[in-house]
């Protein structure tokens, strides 16, 4: 290959491959345009952002792995834990779960600078509320009785306590 072939088809590799991989994707997926630098306020959203998507996360996974290990079900009504689930996470707060999933499609707000997705959080908090209070806490209360109750009681349904709730011991 002569030299001034080989310079050539390098020149239009460093355009093609990584002018496309690291510039052209970026432009379009970021929209950016020259001149456009991250206020510290963007910055801040994003890390908070972030923080709450990978918190949410794994208290979601938590939340679930408690469903089928110490519940011996799942989140779904047709297949219910047949234990009450009050270890974990669940020491701590009645609805995990829930607020976890809130705590992701927050920090997504924040991640991506998305007020819709403000307003989405608002009408899916609005929606849990209701099937918490409306459903799951007669059905539970139905299903577990005094246990549930005492849980309730004791537990706080969206507000997470500090120190966790400790199970009487039925013994005494």
């Known amino acids: 290959m ?9 020149a239009v590799f460093l355009v093609v491959v990584p002018g496309t ?10 929209e950016w345009r020259p001149g456009h630098w991250a206020s510290a306020v963007q910055v801040t959203g994003e890390v908070i952002g972030s923080a709450l998507v990978a918190a949410g996360a ?17 989140p779904a009504p047709p ?11 669940y020491r701590h707060v009645r609805n995990p779960m829930y607020l976890a999933v809130l705590a992701v499609i927050l920090g997504q707000a924040l991640l991506l600078g998305r007020a819709v997705l403000l307003g989405y959080a608002i ?14 806490q007669p059905a539970l209360t139905r299903r577990f009785g005094e246990e549930f109750e005492q849980y ?12 966790p709730w400790r199970q009487p011991d039925p013994r005494g």
Not at 21 to 30: E, R
Not at 79 to 89: I, K, N, Y
């Open 123 to 136: 009408g899916v908090a609005v929606a849990f509320w209701s099937f918490a209070r409306w459903y799951e």
């Open 79 to 89: 297949a219910a834990p047949t234990h009450l689930v009050v270890s974990g996470v």
């Open 152 to 163: 309730r009681r004791s537990v706080p349904g969206w507000w997470p306590r500090l120190r």
């Open 58 to 74: 794994a208290v979601l996974l938590h939340a679930f792995a408690k469903f089928a290990l110490d519940g011996l079900g799942t």
């Open 2 to 10: 002569r030299r001034s072939t080989a310079a050539a088809g390098t």
């Open 21 to 30: 991989v690291a510039g052209l994707v970026p432009w379009l997926l970021t």
